[in-house]
């Protein structure tokens, strides 16, 4: 080839290197220069200015809040169990940890499991969906019709059938988290490049080998979408099924907690079991974005940063 | 197919190379399911090694033909061969073609080696053969030291060269182009045009290019075949007589002034009648 710029091994351009290219186009013109840039930007302890406002900006406006609000309660001597202020709230959170925390365990394991049986379920079904048309055509309706009924409303029935409450606040949960991984990773099996589909067929390749090396590579960045909304929905599933099941006992989950806490009028505890149920969504929402940024960023437009 | 024409030089008519085509296509046509008929009546014989252009204005069929010596939709009249094939075990002949997209058609999620690769590991080829054979197809069109970038940090032109690296790493016999650097500036599109000649110089297939360049294709082929449109049928069977290696200096030349006004007047008339 009669290229003239000189290559470096690195596939990532440096400063160095930038300036190097854009010399050489400017010479020939050749198309190396026409390589997208990536983004180099200051620091401050390890991130970007933007990441930094990206925290700070919320940060201050929670702090506001807060201190509006604990300024009001004292003002107004609003009683505890009425509206405790946050600093009661945290406190409560502190000194009842300890069964808290196991119940918080509880509604955790309930959610995580719940989610597996999500990926697990819908993954398999939506390749199955994909593979064939009639089975799509006689069981996704019944897929629907799972998502549109209210959870609350069958929870109960399922708490009659199922003995064991774990295993029916865990079935509630999975109804409710399987279906938006189910249609997003079909969309994503279905919206491989058509041209890529010709490719594969060009080489022969089999049902299998085109599912393996395209589709389902294709369809990693809708699964992963649809992830995210399961995670938060099968946390909703769990605290929803153990509102319905009301049970107490040692195995509780936050739901519970909060139901005792309300008939009981602690309701600074029942506010501390709130926190926990927020903040444990933001935790596995948090967390499986960070799973899909980690699968994604070499390769996804969702992953990427350009200076435009 | 209209009777080869008489031309002066520098564009003659093509002449039949000595031996059998590697593909022959007689009368194949093509009508799609809701009754649009994309093509009729295309006789092409290709021959071993030429460098052949399908030229002719937006919807005239020319990718259709192509898709179809791919084997990528079947004919729904006459009858494509591949006298100089081997059989495969149902007694279909093996095409042994590469394909090259109107875009680069890669993986994003694959590197450059790993998208290279592809077509060896769909026909099995262990992985360390796959991935030897596929960096040096990526150092035949200059890529050597970008084999672990990912699509996304590659530019346009360096994607096409990965695209081009892909169709002729299992060493086609023949290699199908379907307005490849359509979407190029003009200078990577220069550039990439001598490296596709450079390559076929070297590796001696024979080369379909499917553009609506009239000029791209006068300093490519050695033939160019003229296409027009509703339906879409062969209209004229030129010869550029040009010797190669072409260079930046016979684009300026007179001779290739000349050829490329002889071919514009011949698509031309194909576009009226």
């Known amino acids: 080839m009669t290229d003239t710029v000189a290559r470096p091994s690195a596939a990532r351009p440096s400063p160095a290197r930038l300036s190097q290219a854009q010399t050489a186009a400017a010479a020939n013109g050749t198309d190396e220069a026409a390589r997208p840039v990536a983004v180099v930007e200051k620091r401050w302890l390890g991130l970007t200015v933007e990441t930094w406002q990206k925290i700070l900006a919320p940060l201050a406006i929670g702090v506001i809040v807060l201190g509006l609000w604990e300024f009001i309660v004292r003002q107004a001597g609003i009683p505890h169990y009425i509206l405790p202020g946050p600093l009661l709230i945290f406190r409560t959170l502190i000194s009842d940890w300890g069964t808290l925390s196991g119940s918080l365990w509880i509604t955790l394991q309930i959610t995580g499991l719940a989610l597996l049986a999500a990926v697990l379920v819908g993954g398999l079904l939506s390749i199955l969906f994909t593979q064939s048309k009639w089975l799509e055509l006689s069981l996704f309706p019944y897929a629907i019709i799972l998502q549109v009924t209210p959870i609350v409303a069958i929870a109960p029935l399922i708490i009659i059938w199922v003995n064991d409450t774990l295993l029916s606040l865990l079935i509630c949960a999975w109804i409710v988290a399987f279906f938006p991984i189910l249609s997003n990773t079909i969309l994503g099996l279905n919206s491989a490049d058509h041209n890529l589909v010709n490719l594969f067929q060009l080489y022969g390749a089999s049902r299998w080998q085109t599912l393996i090396y395209l589709r389902l590579p294709a369809a990693l960045p809708y699964f992963l979408g649809g992830l995210r909304i399961s995670g938060g929905l099968a946390l909703i599933g769990a605290v929803v099924a153990e509102f319905v099941a009301g049970s107490g006992g040692t195995a509780s989950g936050l739901a519970f907690r909060i139901l005792e806490a309300g008939y009981q009028l602690k309701i600074p505890r029942m506010f501390a079991a709130l926190v926990m149920v927020s903040m444990s969504g933001i935790a596995i929402f948090l967390v499986l974005s960070f799973i899909s940024h980690l699968l994604l960023r070499r390769w996804h437009e969702s992953a990427m940063r350009r200076e435009n | ?273």
């Open chain 2, 1 to 273: 197919m209209t009777a080869p024409a008489s031309l002066t030089i520098p564009v003659e008519v093509a002449r039949s190379t000595a031996g059998r085509p590697v593909v022959e296509l007689r009368g194949v046509g093509k009508r799609y399911s809701n009754g649009t008929l994309a093509v009729a009546g295309v006789d092409l014989d290709l021959h071993g090694g030429e460098f052949a252009s399908l030229l002719g204005p937006s919807g005239c069929g020319k990718s259709t033909v192509l898709r179809m010596i791919a084997g990528l939709g079947e004919p729904s009249a006459g009858r494509i061969d591949w006298p100089r094939a081997q059989h495969d075990g149902r007694g279909q002949p093996v095409r042994d073609v590469g394909f090259v997209f109107q875009e680069p058609t890669l993986m994003p999620w694959a590197t450059a080696l790993q998208n290279v690769m592809l077509p060896l590991r769909l026909e099995k080829v262990a992985s360390r053969e796959a991935a030897d054979r596929a960096a040096a197809a990526l150092q035949s069109v200059g890529l050597d030291s970008f084999l672990r970038a990912y699509p996304r940090e590659l530019s346009g032109g360096m994607k096409m060269r990965v695209s081009i690296a892909r169709a002729l790493v299992t060493e086609p016999r023949i290699l199908l182009l379907d307005e490849p650097f359509a979407a190029l500036d003009e200078i990577t599109r220069h550039k990439l045009n001598d490296d596709l000649l450079g390559l076929w110089a070297k590796a001696g297939f024979t080369v379909l290019f499917v553009t609506h360049s009239v000029f791209e294709s006068v300093y490519l082929s050695q033939r160019i075949v003229v296409m027009a449109a509703r339906p879409g049928r062969i209209v004229a069977d030129l010869g550029i007589d040009a010797a190669f290696p072409r260079d930046a200096a016979f684009r300026t030349s007179v001779e290739y002034a000349e050829a490329c006004k002889i071919v514009s007047a011949r698509l031309a008339a194909a576009i009226v009648s």
